[in-house]
């Protein structure tokens, strides 16, 4: 019987991106998606504000209205507990997935849930947090709206043959395109999905997700309103001192970051400890709310209208002073028991209120130091100090105060990982048993070729030999598991391992057959120099096999074999590269 030679792998098309046609196809969804996001952040601040002007006021209307204006009296505890205890309900009875404050369970759903949302989900969660929020809830809309952003994105994927890493682009970009409607933050909001809710930097993701952006920010004038957020006035510091001035602040909010997030969870462990359902929980964290509500009426609702306040410098240390403490405890009590809210509203005034109050012995505007607070316990708490810096500066229009919120998140961000190993949002699903890294490294097996890791000039075994050959050379002499069959030019035409010998031993194979003749009709996985070493890791996968072999592109020689080994030894150079230290000069 003649030979042929076995067909490799087809020769990798090597580039810096993986990228293809699809994501053209992913942008153009992506559109749809931030259309969607922006409808879908109006439609949430307009639940908020009925819900609000419900529970305060008595009265069906969607126009903003500040719950510090409203007279109830001692129906200041009576409201959160009502509003809580419909929250409860909504999660038992409805989805449990409402609770919390949404990025957590949205990144969970990436990582771990193929990015698959529920129509539920995309309906209660803007209910459940309009009425949270609504009747005094310490929380602001963005959690909510990055779950309900995403759970649209998600179901619009779900109604397309996409791949899960084609669904998460399109989650995240929903998520992105809710925030930048809320907030009027385009560019924060991309580097929050980059640094938070991707887990990656690709071409596939990121043009989609800023698709989405853009289309949301056009949008917003249109459904909310236009310009920053927090406008003030307070002017920049001259000199070099504010760069350090700035580290300060930041470092000291990396600090609260962590304290808040260790307090939290211990809230937390304290309510699961409770002998009554979960359901109960968000009424027993709404009495905290309401006695915080008549010791100072603005911790009550998201509280934007305080981090205007502090921004224009027209608190007294001691308004400061209580806000600080009275907002830290009745978030983190309400938070802690379960209800549905978010994390970033309550840490802007947190974050800015230790600023704002470190700013009265400071130089310059204490509404500026303010911002500088928030860009760093941003940053500290939810691990994205190039969010958080960016952030501040949209949220107010101050983009020339950018290389110091860049130096308060920056030392927030520094403090905040040396101190505390997961952040606020990651504490919540590693307590579920998962563990993620928030760190993006390009894989050592995508560095490296085949070349690279190869063991060159490998022992072959040539086609004319006799199966009788073979099964004496496995019985005496063989080392590996497998080896590659070679003609006479020492081209590729198959494999044999210790499977095929033990198969052969117990069938019928005619004593005067050789390799060639056997394995002439079984196809053979090759790979080439340049194949990269993730190719090679999936093929073994794919095929079982655990030696590849390598071949010259030109004659189909085999110059190599690749085996499980060699890809572990891949990998554990590049971890040796950051924990061997060594002394280059003077060597």
């Given at each position: 019987?003649?030979?042929?030679?076995?067909?490799?792998?087809?020769?990798?098309?090597?580039g810096?991106?993986?990228?293809?046609h699809?994501?053209?196809?992913l942008?153009?969804?992506?559109?749809?998606?931030?259309?969607?996001?922006?409808?879908?952040a109006?439609?949430?601040?307009?639940l908020?504000?009925?819900?609000?002007?419900?529970?305060?006021?008595?009265?069906?209307a969607?126009?903003?209205?500040?719950?510090?204006?409203?007279?109830?009296?001692?129906g200041?505890?009576?409201?959160?507990?009502?509003?809580?205890v419909i929250?409860?309900?909504?999660?038992?009875?409805?989805?449990?997935?409402?609770?919390?404050?949404?990025?957590?369970?949205?990144i969970?759903?990436?990582?771990?849930?193929?990015?698959?949302?529920s129509?539920?989900?995309?309906?209660?969660?803007?209910?459940?947090?309009?009425i949270?929020?609504g009747?005094?809830?310490p929380?602001?809309?963005?959690?909510?709206?990055i779950?309900?952003g995403?759970?649209?994105?998600?179901?619009?994927?779900?109604?397309?043959?996409?791949?899960?890493?084609?669904?998460?682009?399109?989650?995240?970009?929903?998520?992105?395109?809710?925030?930048?409607?809320?907030?009027?933050?385009?560019?924060?909001?991309?580097?929050?999905?980059?640094?938070?809710?991707?887990?990656?930097w690709?071409?596939?993701?990121?043009?989609?997700?800023?698709a989405?952006v853009?289309?949301?920010?056009?949008?917003?004038?249109?459904?909310?309103?236009?310009?920053?957020?927090?406008?003030?006035?307070?002017?920049?510091?001259?000199?070099?001192?504010?760069?350090?001035?700035?580290a300060g602040?930041?470092?000291?909010?990396?600090?609260?970051?962590?304290?808040?997030?260790?307090?939290l969870?211990?809230?937390?462990?304290?309510?699961?400890?409770?002998?009554?359902?979960?359901?109960?929980?968000?009424?027993?964290?709404?009495?905290?709310?309401?006695?915080?509500?008549?010791?100072?009426?603005?911790?009550l609702?998201?509280?934007?209208?305080?981090?205007?306040?502090?921004?224009?410098?027209?608190?007294?240390?001691?308004?400061?002073?209580?806000?600080?403490?009275?907002?830290?405890?009745?978030?983190?009590?309400?938070?802690g028991?379960?209800t549905?809210?978010?994390?970033l509203?309550?840490?802007?005034?947190?974050g800015?209120?230790?600023?704002?109050?470190?700013?009265?012995?400071?130089?310059?505007?204490?509404?500026?130091?303010?911002m500088?607070?928030?860009?760093?316990i941003?940053?500290?708490a939810?691990?994205?100090?190039?969010?958080?810096?960016?952030?501040?500066?949209?949220?107010?229009?101050?983009?020339?105060?950018?290389?110091?919120?860049?130096?308060?998140?920056a030392?927030?961000?520094?403090?905040?990982?040396?101190?505390?190993?997961?952040?606020?949002l990651?504490?919540?699903?590693?307590?579920?048993?998962?563990?993620?890294?928030?760190?993006?490294?390009?894989?050592?097996?995508d560095?490296?070729?085949?070349?690279?890791?190869?063991?060159?000039?490998?022992?072959?075994?040539?086609?004319?030999?006799?199966?009788?050959?073979?099964?004496?050379?496995?019985?005496?002499?063989a080392?590996?598991?497998s080896?590659?069959?070679?003609?006479?030019?020492?081209?590729?035409?198959?494999?044999?391992?210790?499977?095929?010998?033990?198969?052969?031993?117990?069938?019928?194979?005619?004593?005067?057959?050789?390799?060639?003749?056997?394995?002439?009709d079984?196809?053979?996985?090759?790979?080439h120099?340049?194949t990269p070493s993730?190719e090679?890791?999936?093929?073994?996968?794919?095929?079982?096999?655990?030696r590849?072999p390598?071949?010259?592109?030109?004659?189909?020689?085999?110059?190599?074999?690749?085996?499980?080994?060699d890809?572990?030894?891949?990998?554990?150079?590049?971890r040796?590269?950051?924990?061997?230290?060594?002394?280059?000069?003077?060597?």
């Open positions: 019987m003649t030979s042929t030679p076995a067909a490799p792998t087809k020769r990798p098309r090597l810096d991106h993986s990228a293809d699809r994501l053209i196809l942008a153009g969804m992506a559109l749809g998606v931030g259309a969607a996001g922006a409808v879908g109006w439609l949430l601040l307009r908020i504000s009925l819900a609000t002007n419900l529970f305060w006021f008595g009265r069906f969607t126009a903003e209205a500040l719950i510090t204006d409203s007279a109830v009296g001692l200041v505890i009576a409201i959160p507990v009502i509003g809580s929250v409860g309900l909504m999660a038992r009875f409805g989805s449990e997935k409402i609770r919390g404050h949404g990025i957590p369970e949205a969970e759903a990436i990582l771990y849930g193929e990015s698959r949302l129509l539920k989900v995309a309906l209660l969660k803007p209910l459940s947090s309009a949270s929020i009747s005094g809830g929380f602001g809309a963005e959690g909510p709206i779950m309900t995403g759970a649209l994105g998600s179901l619009f994927a779900q109604c397309f043959h996409l791949s899960a890493a084609e669904r998460k682009t399109l989650l995240v970009a929903g998520a992105a395109s809710g925030m930048t409607a809320i907030f009027g933050t385009p560019f924060a909001a991309i580097l929050l999905a980059i640094e938070v809710l991707l887990f990656e690709k071409p596939r993701s990121f043009v989609p997700v800023v989405a853009m289309v949301s920010w056009t949008c917003r004038p249109l459904l909310i309103g236009a310009g920053p957020m927090f406008p003030f006035a307070a002017s920049l510091p001259a000199g070099a001192w504010p760069v350090l001035a700035a602040i930041g470092c000291l909010v990396g600090l609260e970051a962590a304290l808040l997030s260790s307090i969870y211990r809230i937390e462990d304290a309510f699961h400890r409770l002998p009554l359902h979960w359901m109960w929980w968000p009424a027993i964290g709404a009495l905290a709310v309401g006695v915080g509500g008549l010791i100072d009426p603005r911790v609702g998201a509280g934007y209208a305080n981090i205007q306040s502090m921004l224009d410098g027209s608190m007294t240390l001691k308004m400061i002073l209580l806000l600080l403490v009275v907002k830290a405890a009745v978030w983190l009590i309400a938070l028991s379960g549905s809210g978010g994390v509203a309550p840490l802007l005034i947190l800015g209120a230790t600023g704002c109050f470190v700013g009265h012995w400071l130089p310059g505007d204490a509404g500026f130091w303010a500088i607070g928030m860009a760093g941003m940053s500290g939810m691990r994205a100090p190039m969010t958080g810096a960016l952030f501040a500066a949209e949220l107010t229009g101050r983009f020339e105060a950018l290389p110091l919120t860049v130096a308060a998140a030392a927030a961000y520094g403090i905040s990982v040396l101190i505390m190993r997961r952040s606020i990651t504490e919540k699903i590693a307590r579920r048993g998962r563990h993620i890294l928030q760190e993006y490294t390009v894989d050592p097996l560095l490296m070729q085949a070349h690279q890791i190869m063991t060159s000039g490998p022992k072959t075994l040539p086609g004319d030999m006799s199966i009788p050959s073979a099964l004496a050379f496995f019985r005496d002499e080392r590996h598991r080896y590659p069959v070679v003609d006479e030019q020492d081209r590729l035409l198959g494999l044999v391992s210790r499977s095929d010998a033990l198969r052969w031993q117990n069938g019928n194979v005619p004593d005067n057959a050789t390799l060639a003749e056997t394995l002439s079984i196809s053979q996985p090759a790979v120099a340049d993730g090679i890791a999936d093929l073994i996968i794919a095929t079982g096999i655990g590849v390598v071949i010259d592109a030109q004659t189909r020689r085999v110059i190599g074999i690749v085996s499980r080994q890809l572990l030894k891949a990998r554990s150079v590049s040796s590269s950051e924990t061997l230290r060594s002394r280059a000069i003077g060597q």
